[in-house]
């Protein structure tokens, strides 16, 4: 968590975990509707909108009409909001690197499977989806 913290502080446009897991969640695939950023992220479909509208104004979310359904909106990351994700994950790497220089081989294959045993407990994900979780490679 510290390092996800002292990465979010490199980018003065993400102000909390939650924006950044809405960006991250953004910028890993398609543009999605309300419902599904708010399933995805794991929060109420109120509170997705009230983040949203600010990562709007910020400039790092776009909203647009979904070409499949024109009563719904589709969101999509901003080549701001691009950067910014770029830019936190980067920064942790950075971070990270280090900290697993320090570790042995074997230490650093036995992390790799149990933070992908630990991503399959979290929601019964697959082991290499680690994107769900935040982390990018």
């Known amino acids: 968590m510290a390092v ?11 102000t909390d975990l939650l924006h950044l897991r809405i960006l991250v969640v953004l910028s890993s695939g398609p ?3 309300l419902g599904a950023l708010a ?5 109420h479909l109120t509170r997705a909108s009230r983040v949203c509208d600010r990562l709007v ?4 979310v776009d909203r647009a009409d979904d ?14 909001g691009h950067e910014v994700v770029e830019e936190v994950m980067r920064d942790r790497a950075e971070q990270v690197r280090p900290i697993l220089a320090r570790m042995t081989p074997e230490d650093r294959r036995t992390l790799v499977s149990a933070l ?3 991503a399959q407990a979290a929601d019964g994900l697959d082991a290499h989806d680690l994107w769900a979780l935040g982390w990018r490679s």
């Open 4 to 14: 996800t913290a002292r990465s979010m502080a490199a980018a003065s446009e993400v």
């Open 31 to 33: 543009p999605l509707s």
């Open 39 to 43: 399933d995805a992220v794991g929060i």
């Open 57 to 60: 104004t910020r400039g790092l």
């Open 67 to 80: 070409p499949g359904n024109r009563r719904q909106l589709v969101l999509r990351l901003t080549p701001a």
């Open 116 to 118: 992908g045993r630990f």
